[in-house]
């Protein structure tokens, strides 16, 4: 991760004494509590923690896709209040449209903000290419298997070429070996194209392939627990005497699901 002058991170990201209730008629349900979390500039870094803990709220909350009921979020400084374009998200569920194409799809962002057909298209072409979509700009999502969408939307986000990028679960929902091959495709596109990256998973081996930075938080109301700075060179082995140990370490303190 990026210092600056004085040896401290150069957060692109800052959540500051962040807490968020849900509140209906009758009840009052605290999720997260006291969140002090910074993230550097191009850093990748995994939210791991319990199901159910509150990880996705977060990472809605960093988003401004859900409000702070208290504390502050910038994102390179400033203040998060709602969504904006330079915060992408990747979900679990592509939430690509159905009725849109490929080229289409990826294009959105840029259309949306008024950029020219001419430019968007050369844009959506190179990030098309760099997720391994080139030959299927015309094709329907229906058309596609589950990892290809997922690579729809990864394109989709880079495309709009946001600061930060969130990625909520991605590849829950791939069978196992398509979810490696996307491991290590996320890792080459994030290597080609920097971004600062925020992704949360409940697999603690995705998590330390993946990470910069693995974030274990508590049960709900969700805090920070502790932090494990990742430093195995990439490519990851996760054979590798290291990796096993991180795993084996991060995995025992992790609270049990409630």
């Not at 896709?65 to 915060?87: C, F, H, I, M």
């Not at 990625?167 to 791939?174: A, I, K, S, V, Y």
């Not at 430093?231 to 795993?247: A, I, K």
Request: charged share 25%; proline share 5%.
């Amino acid at each position: 991760m990026q210092m600056d002058n004085t040896g401290k991170i150069d957060a692109m990201i800052r959540c500051s004494h962040v807490a968020k209730t849900f509140h209906t008629k009758t009840t009052s349900t605290p999720v997260i509590q006291n969140l002090e979390l910074e993230v550097g500039k191009n850093e990748f870094i995994v939210l791991f923690g319990p199901g159910q803990c509150g990880k996705t709220t977060v990472l809605n909350v960093m988003a401004g896709l859900e409000t702070a009921t208290s504390g502050t979020v910038t994102v390179n400084g400033k203040e998060v209040n709602a969504p904006g374009p330079d915060r992408g998200f990747v979900y679990q569920t592509t939430a690509l449209f159905p009725w849109y194409t490929v080229m289409q799809n990826v294009e959105y962002g840029p259309r949306a903000r008024g950029i020219s057909k001419k430019e968007r298209r050369e844009k959506a072409q190179y990030y098309i290419n760099l997720v391994g979509l080139e030959g299927f700009e015309d094709k329907f999502p229906n058309q596609l298997s589950g990892g290809m969408q997922q690579r729809v939307g990864i394109a989709r986000a880079y495309c709009n070429e946001p600061s930060v990028i969130f990625m909520d679960e991605p590849f829950g929902h791939l069978d196992a070996q398509t979810r490696y091959l996307m491991q290590e495709e996320i890792i080459r596109i994030w290597e080609k194209e920097k971004r600062t990256v925020v992704f949360v998973t409940n697999n603690i081996e995705e998590a330390v392939y993946l990470a910069d930075r693995v974030v274990v938080l508590t049960n709900c109301p969700t805090s920070v627990k502790k932090e494990y700075v990742i430093d195995l060179p990439r490519p990851r082995n996760n054979t590798d005497d290291r990796f096993l140990e991180l795993r084996t370490e991060i995995q025992s303190i992790v609270d049990k699901t409630l």
